[in-house]
Nanobody
Framework: QVQLVESGVGLVQAGGSLRLSCVAS????????MGWFRQAPGKEREFVAS?????????YYAESVKGRFTISRDNAKDTVSLRMNSLKPEDTAVYYC?????????????????WGQGTQVTVSS
């Protein structure tokens, strides 16, 4: 089992920045690829970003966040982060940290075994 705890609940104005963090516990963190998904009210959960085992490995971004968001991980601290810049009102959602026991990251929610409880991000216009 892997437990994931997100932090970084925030209310920010459009154009602002926010950093989300997720701390993992329970298993060897570096053997899990990690991801972030989000779900806005009335919408389906969608992929945001993912990163492989390696801190300098494969990274994927959704087209909607490419160039604005940066995913990173620190295997020494069992932490994955999502730096969000140039935030837009449409980025408002609950953001979830995810983990899968595979070297390669994925972009489908069904491919992830473990999920955090989610953290709210609200971007005002």
């Amino acid at each position: 089992q892997v437990q994931l705890v997100e932090s970084g609940v925030g209310l920010v104005q459009a154009g602002g920045s926010l950093r989300l963090s997720c701390v993992a516990s329970g298993r060897t963190f570096r053997r899990y690829s990690m991801g972030w998904f989000r779900q806005a009210p009335g919408k389906e959960r969608e992929f945001v970003a993912s990163i492989s085992w390696s801190e300098r490995g494969t990274i994927y971004y959704a087209e909607s966040v490419k160039g604005r968001f940066t995913i990173s991980r620190d295997n020494a601290k069992d932490t994955v982060s999502l730096r969000m810049n140039s935030l837009k009102p449409e980025d408002t959602a609950v953001y979830y940290c995810t983990a899968r026991q595979d070297f390669y990251p994925a972009q489908e929610s069904d491919d992830y075994e473990y999920w955090g409880q989610g953290t709210q991000v609200t971007v005002s216009s």
